[in-house]
T-cell receptor
């Protein structure tokens, strides 16, 4: 099973709302990722969690707040977003990387959450 | 820094035509190379991968060979179908210890019946 699930599939929110995106995988992967993808562009990395600890934050605005409650779950909390934050948000996971070691493993992506900020 | 360059699209082919999408890379060390496919309205799916020089990745009739001497990983399929219409991304994952995937800009393929 190489499935990564994401909920909700679509989300419309106002600029003053607070919402959360959820991601789940049951492949035993210990690295999980959030990406943002605008139309006709490749995904842009936002955050990486490795062994449930935040290891990479690509200078993402604080209105995006990631959380990794356990090794299978990854959340992205949204607050006070701007219309330009409208995009497809993708979650991905990959096999373990020994800290400081090489990473040869492919990432498996979820179907994404289509976010519209009004 | 590391980078991936893909041929610009869009690419439009007739069913059963031969497909090549060129991909070249720049990286320190010896990256792993991937092709991902994104169907309309969906997330990315791993299509194939290669982790060392001369490896050939293959899946669903698609193939790509890791060519270290030309720093290339071109995607090929002998006979495309309408269902292959999608955006294809070439990507690399460096051996520098980073979890980052470096993507090309993507190539949109449309296959007409």
């Amino acid at each position: 099973d190489t499935e990564v699930t994401q909920t909700p599939k679509h989300l419309v929110m106002g600029m003053t709302n607070k919402k959360s995106l959820k991601c789940e995988q049951h492949m035993g992967h210990r690295a999980m990722y959030w990406y943002k993808q605008k139309a006709k562009k490749p995904p842009e990395l936002m955050f990486v969690y490795s062994y449930e600890k935040l290891s990479i934050n690509e200078s993402v605005p604080s209105r995006f707040s990631p959380e990794c409650p356990n090794s299978s779950l990854l959340n992205l909390h949204l607050h006070a977003l701007q219309p330009e934050d409208s995009a497809l948000y993708l979650c991905a996971s990959s096999q373990d990387r020994i800290p400081g070691g090489v990473n040869l493993y492919e990432q498996y992506f979820g179907p994404g959450t289509r976010l519209t900020v009004t | 820094g590391d980078s991936v360059t893909q041929m610009e699209g869009p690419v439009t082919l007739s069913e059963e035509a031969f497909l090549t999408i060129n991909c070249t890379y720049t990286a320190t060390g010896y990256p792993s190379l991937f092709w991902y496919v994104q169907y309309p309205g969906e997330g990315l799916q791993l299509l194939l991968k290669a982790t060392k020089a001369d490896d050939k990745g293959s899946n669903k009739g698609f193939e790509a060979t890791y060519r270290k001497e030309t720093t290339s990983f071109h995607l090929e399929k002998g006979s495309v179908q309408v269902s292959d219409s999608a955006v294809y991304f070439c990507a690399l994952n460096t051996q520098g210890g980073s979890e980052k995937l470096v993507f090309g800009k993507g190539t949109k393929l449309t296959v007409n019946p």
